[in-house]
């Protein structure tokens, strides 16, 4: 199978990345596979696409951040779409929003290439309506939060003040955390908030679930379906540092072995399934309890830390998967033991 993993920018790869785990998990399957940035696709004067692509070898060093660099400064080579089988998305807009117009033309371009014979996953048709927070609107309503999105200030306003307890807002295209806030009803800074929120465009208001301190469950989808490899889940648990109510990585909070409930995993399943209805064939869903807080469609994260977390090669599974879509015989994969201290 002929791989590419299209990112942001081929620079910012990073061992620990689930995007990277599948790039070298297909190369060593199959010898090589091949990674391209939204700047780096062409439509040719024959009307082909073109992906100017870096190769990652079978014993190439990816253990790294620097060595990942590396390989990526090699001169890429063109790869047409008819040497590929399989085009993984693995953009986030959402954390490159200065060049908003390239990726809207990258996915574009993606979709030629799929109209073209390659198998592109996510759908890019299916990824603007599901790559922002109003896709949880798609959701039943026991499965999420009380929620609206709006760039009026007295809509957002009306909404914390009906609220029973706190609220969240936050910008409707957000990443990692960054401008999320926590109101009250009165808050002395609710009107300044909103202010600075709907400057940048939408904002999404959701309500505080009583569960939120405890942390939120990162359960990856893939193929309508919690990843499941020999009855353990790809799931991790995130938990916020002392003081803060956000559960980011990238904010403090902390990765933990996640062990989801029966209740879950069941909102989990129905979840995904929706997703699959959409077209969606990997997602990273945030759960508080059973009702999903946030869903991720572009680049969801988690293979490796559930990895480690419950000894199991979930990457593996997820290029099994790929394997099955583009009608090639899923390669036995086995299970890898990595250390706990990483």
């Known amino acids: 199978m002929r791989l590419l993993c299209l990112v942001n920018d081929r620079a910012g790869l ?5 995007t990277t785990a599948m790039a070298v998990e297909a190369a060593r399957r199959y010898g090589e596979s091949w990674i391209a940035g939204i700047e780096d696709i062409s439509l040719d004067v024959d009307g ?7 190769r990652i070898g079978a014993n190439a060093d990816t253990t790294s951040a620097e060595a990942l660099r590396a390989i990526a400064s090699t001169s890429p080579r063109s ?3 008819c040497e590929l089988d399989a085009v993984l998305i693995r953009t986030n807009p959402g954390r490159d929003k200065i060049r ?3 990726h809207e033309a990258t996915l574009n371009l993606c979709r030629m290439a799929a109209a073209r014979g390659v198998r592109v996953l996510n759908d890019p048709d299916a990824l603007p309506k599901a790559s922002d927070e109003l896709f949880l609107a798609y959701l039943p309503e026991s499965h999420r939060p009380r929620m609206m999105v709006s760039r009026e200030p007295k809509r957002l306003r009306d909404f914390v003040e009906s609220a029973s307890g706190s609220s969240v807002l936050k910008p409707l295209f ?6 999320v806030f926590r109101v009250r009803a009165g808050g002395p800074n609710l009107g300044a908030l909103i202010e600075v929120l709907t400057a940048e465009g939408y904002v999404i208001a959701q309500e505080y679930l009583r569960r939120a301190p405890e942390g939120d469950t990162r359960v990856v989808i893939v193929d309508g379906r919690p990843l499941e490899v020999g009855g353990r889940v790809c799931a991790v648990r995130r938990v916020p540092s002392g003081g803060e109510f956000r559960s ?3 904010l403090g909070g902390r990765a933990i072995a996640a062990d989801p409930s029966r209740a879950l995993l069941r909102a989990a399943n129905e979840i995904g399934e929706l997703m699959a ?3 969606i064939w990997m997602a990273g869903v945030d759960l508080v309890g059973t009702k999903a807080v946030e869903v991720n469609v572009r680049s ?3 293979l490796v830390d559930a990895g480690i977390f419950e000894q199991t090669d979930f990457t593996g599974a997820a290029i099994d998967s790929v394997e099955r879509a583009v009608g090639i015989a899923p390669r036995h994969h086995e299970t890898f033991e990595p250390s706990l201290e990483g």
Not at 14 to 18: A, K, L
Not at 48 to 54: G, R
Not at 174 to 179: A, C
């Open 48 to 54: 082909e696409i073109v992906f100017s692509a870096t």
């Open 248 to 250: 980011n990585i990238h």
């Open 14 to 18: 990073n061992p620990s990345q689930s």
């Open 100 to 102: 908003t117009a390239l």
């Open 300 to 302: 969801p994260g988690g």
């Open 277 to 279: 209805a959409h077209g």
């Open 79 to 81: 790869l047409k779409t």
């Open 174 to 179: 957000g990443t990692q955390g960054k401008g």
